[in-house]
């Protein structure tokens, strides 16, 4: 049924968590698994910032940070493929700039994926209402492409 599924990580231990779940789904058919993990411009920029102080060339700075955390994500997203092939699963893996939810959707539907899995942080409705929630917007813009919300 779910042959093919997109498991998005902010490698923290909600969405751990969820990979336990990713994992099952092998038990009943899913035979590839598309990790994704999305680094917020928000985040990106905050990490320049500091450029912008140094006596560096600001350009060249912003790219060697923009290029450190991409590299530390793949680093990172390598050990879940491996955990997932393990499994005996086919894995891709995707380091994306820009929204979380955007970014998740966005690739679910070029990869043609049937599932959505990420972990959720369980924040209450009033934070998800004042700071916004990735799992929420996720589940908002998925349209026909089903969500699974694993609880921290």
């Known amino acids: 049924m779910f042959r093919k599924v997109l498991f998005a990580t902010d490698f923290t231990r909600y969405s751990m968590n969820a990979l336990r779940y990713v994992i099952k789904l092998k038990e009943a058919g899913t035979e590839e698994v598309v990790v994704i993990h999305v680094i917020e411009n928000a985040t990106l920029e905050a990490m320049v910032e500091s450029c912008i102080w140094s006596k560096e060339d600001v350009q060249k700075c912003e790219e060697e940070i923009k290029e450190k955390v991409i590299s530390e994500a793949q680093d990172k997203l390598k050990s879940v493929k491996e955990e997932l092939e393990k499994h005996g699963m086919k894995v891709k893996i995707f380091v994306k700039v820009g929204k979380p939810a955007v970014k998740i959707v966005e690739t679910a539907r070029e990869e043609g994926v ?3 899995v990420l972990g959720s942080h369980g924040k209450s409705r009033i934070e998800d ?6 799992a929420e917007n996720v589940v908002r813009h998925a349209a026909n492409i089903p969500v699974l919300l694993v609880r921290g």
Do not use: E, Q
């Not at 209402?129 to 990735?134: A, D, K, M």
């Open 129 to 134: 209402v004042l700071i916004g929630s990735v």
């Open 114 to 116: 049937s599932l959505i």
